[in-house]
């Protein structure tokens, strides 16, 4: 479900099919890391940037046939040559880990999209590596669904994103709405606020709905994993709407409730019905 510290990788799920667990503990081992690397704690950007900078030369060693130096990469090193994956995705990953150091505004939607082709889609993209399921019409719609996820994400954590100095709501959506970052800082919700927060609602709801299907596609146990994915981020979805798009003292979670009426709705609707999505 939508949250932070690369939850969406289904390390505990029972659903997981148990010869993608072992394989799916080490990339997530990573990816959290690396994260932490450069979200966590009191670290200097220089010094994160430098720790991710470790990191890749890690995956040089790994590229070049090499040991890598520490645990955490010998056992990545090994499942990387076992599933016969290349470290491309893992390189995206460290990519967008350097870009939160580094930037903190996105003036295009487009330009938030490439963050989350290398933040968010590489999770979906080595899920399906590990599946053997590697087709460009799969690859593609765990792109939205991932991509819709990471924007579920920011619009559920904008005051969590504000007090870490970040907005990921695109400028140019905040300006065509009249919304201003002191509304986000007075959690000044007005009419403005609420229409661009339908907007973003509304774009990421299309693009969660247009990967869907690659539930269906994939089929078994992971497809059952990839239904309650989709239903948990549009149950998010639902309750920003809501809370009123509340995100500032009503910060929308999943409950048990919200557990069963997604498990109700990945079998009875398990490709959820929704114009397509374009970039708007």
């Known amino acids: 479900m939508p949250n932070q510290h690369y939850e969406n990788f289904p390390v505990a799920s029972p659903l997981l099919p148990r010869e993608m667990r072992a394989p799916v503990r080490v990339l997530y081992a990573f990816a959290r890391s690396a994260d932490d690397l450069a979200d966590e704690g009191h670290a200097r950007p220089e010094e994160r940037i430098a720790a991710l900078d470790a990191y890749e030369r890690e995956l040089d060693l790994i590229d070049a046939g090499q040991s890598p130096t520490s645990t955490l990469f010998r056992q990545l090193s090994a499942t990387l040559r076992e599933r016969r994956i290349g470290t491309a995705l893992l390189r995206d990953l460290l990519s967008a880990f350097r870009q939160d150091?580094?930037?903190?505004?996105?003036?295009?939607?487009?330009?938030?999209?490439?963050?989350?082709r290398r933040s968010a889609n590489p999770v979906g993209r080595l899920m399906l590596a590990l599946a053997g399921e590697a087709r460009e019409s799969s690859l593609r719609m765990s792109d939205a669904i991932c991509s819709a996820l990471q924007i579920i994400n920011f619009l559920q954590d904008v005051a969590i994103d504000w007090e870490k100095s970040r907005v990921y709501l695109p400028q140019e959506d905040m300006h065509r709405f009249g919304v201003t970052e002191q509304q986000i800082a007075n959690a000044d919700m007005n009419e403005r606020w609420h229409a661009l927060m339908q907007f973003e609602i509304d774009r990421a709801r299309e693009m969660m709905c247009a990967g869907a299907p690659l539930a269906l596609t994939i089929g078994g146990r992971l497809g059952w994993e990839l239904r309650l994915v989709v239903q948990g981020g549009l149950r998010i979805l639902e309750k920003i709407e809501a809370a009123g798009h509340d995100v500032f003292y009503?910060?929308?979670?999943?409950h048990a409730a919200d557990w069963l009426l997604m498990i109700w709705r990945a079998w009875s609707q398990p490709v959820p019905t929704q114009r397509r999505y374009s970039a708007r």
Do not use: E, G, K, M
């Open 101 to 116: 150091v580094r930037q903190t505004r996105y003036a295009t939607f487009t330009a938030l999209l490439d963050y989350c």
């Open 250 to 254: 009503r910060r929308p979670t999943l």
